[in-house]
């Protein structure tokens, strides 16, 4: 049998010498934390006393870590209030001045699911790529840790194989697939999969469906209609509507999330692939224009690189620690 | 696409056209202007200095002075800038090699690369008619291997068959082998999307691509992608040899920033455009068109190519000699059209393409709605072959019949033969006047210009 994520062998290690929380997140960022440390530091340029005019490059420091325009703008806007008021002559009190607007901006990510109601239907939704098959794999084995029951639905009919992969995902982690097969009505399947959770007393029934561009006014229709199709069963269901968002897109999240939103009405966010080197300041601007909850951020391969996800930890993960940048020009 | 960053620019480059000069200060509310257009358009930020720099330096240079406005100038340079980031000129794929020619695409997950390289397997097939060969590496994802093994059914290439207990190496080297026995001309190789920090995945890659010794190395890349796009780009061209880029999902409305950037960086030209999920949404890529088409001034030539591609030829020579004759002109050869003009990605797709329409306000472009093709095909269809080819004797109660069969009501049956009674005038001129082959040639002629 392959192995039930790739890499599992080497995350197993990893897990084994630093448990998962907080340290084991900022090493994930460590990528995009340590291009912002580099930014920063270089900032001071050697003095110790920061430059008005060394805000114009803070804001390209952060329009490049995709956090866009409009945020950039508002935490410098706010630096420049702060800097009026009392000195900010240390990297310290920098640091400490954006992680101060920057939390004021994430404050409305950090809930976690509600769960109230069984089963408790979530339809997950997105453009194409941007893994929300790979994320319901995630959250079943998050969900199976918590000692829930879970059961998928492959809404994807669409893309080749899709029905298939999501059956290969059931197969491993061993929780029941609801699938009518290729070019099927996905409403019609999450009908089924809602009947059928129900007769289970199943606790969460996972909805995959499939990419579409957010453009696609006739895609997005279907959206509605499965969305309508559940709630003739249930009043309540889905009870959570998540879009699913690659990290490393960049302001088109923004039109994404406001097509599929005014379509559904989008509860909460998923955020992938945060992994690599792409900057996952694209939330800050989404949390600014969207006060949406973030439930889990995607930060690896392995099966418990999924996380539920933090505010706290999210910006100790993204901005650098004051310490490095008091001597500048010590490597990052 | 790219429809944000041109509405962004022609609203900027409208304040300068209105003045008579180019001072140095409102050049630099112009810059300002297009530089935030350019980063919230996702173009790197490196990139975006590059190029306002570029276009500041020359839009202040002698040339400017001498033009009789500086508007035009201005508009002139943005664009000509835009075109020499994103290359010289349209590239194809170089598949000069001894066959099996072999092309393998890399990038991250998500990109697109299963579908591109199906698109490419249909493009190949149909336009240069080789005898392919899809293949993957991908092991990892369940069910990536089913889902090319059904795109190669769709299209109806060879596929080679592989299992996710092989090693990506071994089974390209099989593939190859294979293709040599069985005369194949090109082989598309997939690859599992992987992250560039990924060393052992990196490793992979360059080992498959050691291997396989491909013609083309193509990197597939999301036209979604933020500010990353460099960084990626950049770690996919120093651990192999690209050769172009293929840029995806330009049929939403991301502004394509990762275009300039990529381009940029890597110095690798952009081959084509995925712009839609159906296997025929490839569209070769020409920077000249798409900087035009960023500053709204249409794309007429690609028009004139998918016209060419997608109109069923027969069926086209076929109603030409029709109305050549003198015949009339009647509702199953309006339906024709009709279904013809669908196969071309429908009005919206087209209207995109014409230069100026962009402009138009989105309220309009909502209004331009394909279903309306289907309900009309769904009237005419509806009705006797008596009553398409003639249509006068639709009265009252026919109407009644006919709204009631396709689902419609009766004023939509009207208008519907009101328009196909303009078309029929239309066309009676047209014969007149020479035909549908000076109609076209006038329209090949018009290249995208200036529309100042």
């Given at each position: 049998m392959p192995p039930l994520f790739r890499n599992t062998k080497k995350t197993e290690n990893k897990l084994k010498s630093s448990p998962p929380g907080p340290s084991n997140l900022r090493e994930r960022l460590s990528k995009t934390r340590n291009a912002l440390t580099r930014g920063l530091s270089g900032l001071f340029r050697g003095s110790e006393t920061l430059d008005p005019s060394l805000f114009e490059d803070l804001e390209d420091l952060l329009v490049s870590a995709d956090l866009g325009v409009g945020p950039s703008t508002k935490i410098i806007d706010h630096l420049r209030d702060v800097s009026q008021r009392q000195n900010l002559n240390s990297a310290g009190d920098l640091i400490a001045a954006i992680r101060e607007e920057m939390t004021v901006i994430l404050e409305p990510c950090g809930k976690s699911l509600?769960?109230?109601?069984?089963?408790?239907v979530m339809l997950i939704v997105g453009v194409n790529g941007v893994g929300k098959t790979t994320t319901i794999a995630k959250i079943t084995h998050w969900l199976l840790q918590q000692e829930r029951t879970v059961m998928l639905a492959a809404g994807d009919t669409y893309r080749a194989a899709a029905v298939e992969q999501l059956t290969r995902w059931g197969e491993r982690l061993q929780v029941p697939v609801i699938s009518q097969g290729q070019d099927a009505d996905a409403a019609a399947v999450a009908h089924d999969a809602l009947v059928s959770a129900r007769a289970r007393s199943t606790d969460v029934l996972m909805i995959d469906t499939a990419g579409r561009q957010h453009t696609q006014s006739d895609l997005m229709n279907q959206l509605i209609k499965i969305k309508r199709v559940l709630n003739k069963l249930d009043p309540e269901a889905p009870h959570e509507i998540v879009q699913v968002l690659d990290?490393?897109?960049?302001?088109n999240a923004l039109s994404q999330l406001q097509h599929f939103h005014q379509a559904v009405q989008v509860d909460s966010l998923c955020l992938t692939k945060l992994d690599g080197t792409a900057k996952g300041g694209i939330l800050l601007a989404i949390a600014d224009k969207f006060a949406l909850p973030v439930r889990f951020i995607g930060v690896g391969e392995g099966p418990d690189d999924l996380r539920p996800f933090n505010t706290a930890q999210f910006i100790d993960a993204l901005l650098p620690d004051a310490e490095s940048l008091q001597r500048p020009g010590a490597p990052a | 696409m790219f429809d944000q960053l041109s509405d962004r620019l022609r609203e900027t480059l409208r304040r300068v056209r209105g003045q008579a000069r180019l001072t140095e200060d409102n050049i630099a509310t112009a810059m300002r202007e297009v530089r935030i257009a350019l980063l919230e358009a996702d173009v790197a930020l490196p990139v975006v200095k590059a190029f306002i720099a570029q276009v500041r330096e020359r839009a202040l240079g002698a040339d400017v002075m001498q033009s009789v406005t500086p508007g035009q100038m201005v508009v002139k340079i943005v664009h000509e800038e835009l075109v020499a980031i994103m290359g010289e000129s349209n590239d194809v794929l170089k598949l000069t090699a001894r066959p099996p020619a072999v092309v393998l695409v890399a990038g991250l997950q998500g990109a697109g690369k299963t579908t591109t390289v199906a698109k490419l397997a249909q493009w190949l097939k149909q336009r240069e008619h080789k005898k392919i060969l899809l293949a993957t590496?991908?092991?990892?994802?369940?069910a990536a291997i089913d889902q090319l093994k059904t795109l190669a059914d769709m299209i109806d290439v060879d596929f080679f068959p592989a299992s996710t207990d092989q090693d990506p190496v071994t089974i390209a080297r099989n593939a190859i082998d294979h293709a040599r026995r069985s005369g194949i001309d090109v082989v598309l190789m997939d690859s599992a999307g992987r992250l560039h920090v990924d060393a052992r995945m990196m490793t992979e890659i360059r080992a498959v691509h050691a291997a396989v010794d491909p013609v083309e190395t193509l990197f597939v890349v999301d036209s979604m992608t933020g500010q990353d796009a460099v960084n990626s780009a950049t770690a996919f061209d120093e651990a192999l040899p690209l050769t172009g880029i293929i840029l995806t999902k330009t049929d939403g409305d991301a502004r394509g920033g990762a275009a300039l950037s990529i381009r940029h960086v890597?110095?690798?030209?952009?081959?084509?455009?995925?712009?839609?999920?159906?296997?025929?949404?490839l569209e070769a890529f020409h920077p000249d068109r798409v900087a035009s088409r960023i500053l709204g001034m249409g794309d007429v030539l690609t028009l004139v190519e998918e016209v060419q591609q997608k109109v069923d030829k027969g069926k086209a020579e076929k109603l030409a000699k029709k109305i050549a004759k003198g015949k009339r002109f009647d509702l199953d050869d309006f339906r024709e059209q009709i279904m013809q003009m669908e196969k071309m990605g429908g009005i919206a797709s087209l209207v995109e393409k014409l230069p100026g329409m962009s402009g138009l306000p989105n309220h309009v472009m909502d209004q331009?709605?394909?279903?309306q093709i289907r309900r009309t095909v769904a009237i005419i269809n509806s009705m006797t072959p008596g009553e398409r080819a003639n249509p006068t004797i639709i009265r009252g109660s026919r109407k009644r019949r006919i709204a009631a069969g396709s689902g419609t009501e009766v004023p939509e049956v009207n208008r519907l033969l009101k328009q196909f009674t303009q078309m029929q005038k239309m066309m009676k001129k047209m014969r007149k006047g020479g035909g549908m082959a000076n109609l076209l040639a006038g329209m090949k002629g018009r290249r995208p210009g200036l529309p100042y």
């Open positions: 509600p769960f109230d109601g069984r089963p408790y990290a490393g897109t960049g302001q | 590496t991908d092991i990892y994802r369940p890597t110095g690798k030209p952009i081959k084509f455009l995925g712009t839609g999920e159906k296997l025929n949404a331009v709605d394909d279903r």
